[in-house]
């Protein structure tokens, strides 16, 4: 028969009988409670072994405790089973940048980071078909260079040499030879080769005037004083023969007297 509690005016004569058939199920004679009756009721039967006295304490010792191990629940340890500075590596942990699979967006870089990521993407990345952080480029690599720089630099008429060292090739038309002059010579047309040519200047001394050559005569005044009369062997021995002077105009206080002889 299965136990129950007893009817509200019903089983009379029975009711005592079936009230304790039904305390009976999970209470001892004493009136504690049955071991099993606590198990279905999700009691603590024991913790580590050891069964609550009759006030329902366990008491455990260190024996009883073991190594401190702990049983993972199967729903996995919740973060209030760990200690408080890893409950707070798990909180920055969770609010911290997750890059995605696929790369960093530029959305979620820096104003500066996603400007400069731009200026690099439309940068220069060759030139002319050359590439890198340092590009060299020789005249081939540069169209037209030749035409052009041809185009703006004439070297013709006197001028030669190249256009980065230009140099004066002739002068009015005539070639000035390439030799090195020496100290004091000057540039002279030389009609043998035709060209100008470094040349050194000669001087001549020119004596005083004699009786018998040309030469300078120092004067006093600003008009040449009468020449004197001229004396020679040959004058005096024949009288139809005279020596008339013929007087130059020099520089100041220089005159340049020339005999000639007239026949008479």
Same mark, same amino acid.
């Given at each position: 028969m299965t136990a129950r509690l007893p009817i509200v005016d019903g089983d009379v004569g029975n009711w005592g009988v079936i009230l304790n058939d039904f305390l009976e199920? !999970?209470?001892?004679?004493?009136?504690?409670?049955?071991?099993?009756? =606590?198990?279905?009721?999700g009691g603590v039967t024991s913790v580590n072994t050891v069964v609550p006295d009759s006030s329902g304490n366990v008491? =455990?010792?260190?024996?009883?405790?073991?190594?401190?191990?702990? !049983?993972?629940?199967?729903?996995?340890i919740p973060a209030s089973d760990l200690d408080f500075s890893a409950q707070t590596d798990?909180? $920055?942990?969770?609010?911290?940048?997750?890059?995605?699979?696929?790369? +960093?967006?530029?959305?979620? &870089?820096s104003t500066s980071v996603q400007t400069g990521l731009t200026s690099a993407s439309t940068a220069i990345q060759s030139?002319? #078909?050359?590439? #890198?952080?340092?590009?060299?480029?020789?005249?081939?690599? +540069? @169209?037209?260079?030749? @035409?052009?720089?041809?185009n703006r630099v004439q $070297?013709? #008429?006197? &001028?030669?040499?190249?256009?980065?060292?230009?140099?004066?090739?002739?002068? *009015?038309?005539?070639t000035v030879n390439a030799s090195t002059p020496a100290n004091g010579q000057v540039l002279a047309f030389?009609?043998?080769?035709?060209?100008?040519?470094? !040349?050194?200047?000669? !001087?001549?001394?020119?004596?005083? @005037?004699?009786?018998?050559?040309?030469?300078?005569?120092q004067l006093s005044g600003e008009k040449p004083?009468?020449?004197?009369?001229?004396?020679?062997?040959?004058? *005096? @021995?024949?009288?139809?023969?005279? $020596?008339?002077p013929k007087v130059v105009r020099v520089p100041r206080h220089r005159t340049l007297l020339t005999l000639v002889q007239d026949r008479q």
């Open positions: 199920v !999970s209470h001892n004679g004493d009136g504690t409670l049955l071991p099993a009756a =606590l198990t279905q009721a008491t =455990l010792t260190a024996a009883n405790v073991g190594a401190g191990t702990y !049983s993972k629940p199967a729903g996995g798990l909180t $920055l942990g969770s609010i911290a940048y997750q890059k995605p699979g696929s790369g +960093i967006p530029a959305s979620d &870089l030139v002319n #078909g050359k590439t #890198g952080t340092s590009v060299t480029l020789a005249e081939s690599d +540069i @169209a037209n260079l030749t @035409a052009d720089l041809a $070297l013709g #008429g006197d &001028l030669g040499g190249t256009t980065a060292s230009p140099a004066l090739a002739k002068l *009015q038309g005539t030389n009609s043998v080769s035709n060209a100008w040519v470094p !040349s050194t200047v000669s !001087s001549t001394t020119v004596s005083d @005037a004699t009786t018998s050559s040309k030469g300078i005569v004083p009468k020449a004197p009369t001229p004396t020679s062997r040959a004058l *005096q @021995a024949s009288p139809h023969h005279c $020596l008339s």
